[in-house]
């Protein structure tokens, strides 16, 4: 079982910027693929950015060149930097750890920061 545990969302202007982090509780941290999605009122959980193990990253179309998403896989952390904020990215974000290999299929979430950006 990981148990993986959000912090840094918060109010901000648009504009303005947040950086999220992502803390994992699993000594084999490196073999997950790593995401933050989001999930504002009434619509459904999206992805915003993964990386993998090799450090490829993904993003939404809505948040490319605005987004950065890294990890530390020493640190057991992946961090999401949201910079020009809208407010169209108000949403519960969501840190997901994914694994899908010869130990089998695995799938976490944490239980998501507040994210909301407003004058």
């Known amino acids: 079982q990981v148990q993986l545990v959000e912090s840094g969302g918060g109010l901000v202007q648009p504009g303005g910027s947040l950086r999220l982090s992502c803390a994992a509780s699993t000594s084999i941290f490196s073999i997950y693929t790593m995401g933050w999605y989001r999930q504002a009122p009434g619509k459904q959980r999206e992805l915003v950015a993964n990386?993998?193990?090799?450090?490829?990253?993904n993003y939404a179309d809505s948040v490319k060149g605005r987004f950065t998403i890294s990890r530390d896989n020493a640190k057991k952390m992946v961090y999401l930097q949201m910079n020009s904020l809208k407010p169209e990215d108000t949403a519960v974000y969501y840190c997901?750890?994914?694994?899908?290999?010869?130990?089998?299929?695995?799938?976490?979430w944490g239980q998501g920061t507040q994210v909301t950006v407003s004058s």
């Open positions: 990386i993998t193990i090799g450090g490829s990253t």
């Open positions: 997901n750890a994914v694994y899908s290999g010869p130990l089998g299929h695995s799938d976490y």
